[in-house]
């Protein structure tokens, strides 16, 4: 059986909202993630990304990771990807164009999109004050991020989905990472194809599903 080592609260959320959408079973390994943790190193710390059983799986250090059968494998985008070339039609390619065209979006969504949208997860707070610092990375983040959601917007606003006019791993793997700068309304506002994939996409039974697995997680 698969596993999956990271919890939900990680990007092991892609791998589990793709799981859902195909109805593969897995065993999950809820490994956190260090800094979420007072004292990692502590005798008796939950199993974390810096825990040596841990390492010993995946000397990288971080989540998720998978097994499946002889091969463990790291990187989110490259297990989903796995995932849905061996386990997920019709969510994985059907040839080698489609197969190319998921990795340029894939690529593409962890490149140019998510170090700007993270900065966005981690320090934008709908609602509250963000010292100045923190509002001038938001805005920076926010301005760099414009072209890249411009792309996606024309794209998506001509296709409907990334790749192959139906909902695939493309579409998860550019959906979790345009995901961490949603709290960002007016960012997100100026891209209405954009906006309104995306709640279709999390209106998704199977995203549902995972996001109410990661909501009962511990913050
Ligand atoms: N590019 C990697 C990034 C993995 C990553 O940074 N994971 C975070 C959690 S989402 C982590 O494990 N951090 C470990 C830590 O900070 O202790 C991927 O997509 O899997």
Known sequence: MLTIYGVTRSRASRIIWLCHEIGLSYRQVPVIQAYRLTDPDAEGAALNTRSPAFLRISPQGAIPVIQDGDLTLSESLAC???????????FGPVDATEDALMLQWSFYACTSIEPDALTILFLHRAGQTQSGADQAAIA?????????????????ARNGH??????????????????YAQS???????????????????????FQ???????????
């Not at 989903?80 to 019709?90: C, E, H, M, N, V």
């Not at 909902?167 to 998860?172: L, W």
């Open 80 to 90: 989903t990807l796995y995932l849905a070339r061996k386990y997920g039609q019709p």
């Open 184 to 206: 960002h309304g007016e960012l997100i506002e100026q891209f209405p194809a954009l906006r309104d994939w995306l709640a279709d996409c999390q209106a998704r039974p199977a």
């Open 209 to 219: 599903k995972m996001w109410k697995e990661r909501l009962a997680e511990p913050e």
């Open 140 to 156: 920076n983040a926010a301005e760099r991020l414009v072209r890249p959601l411009s792309v996606l917007e024309a794209h998506l």
């Open 162 to 179: 990334m790749v192959g006019g139906r909902f695939t791993v493309a579409d998860i793997n550019m959906a979790e990472v345009v995901r």
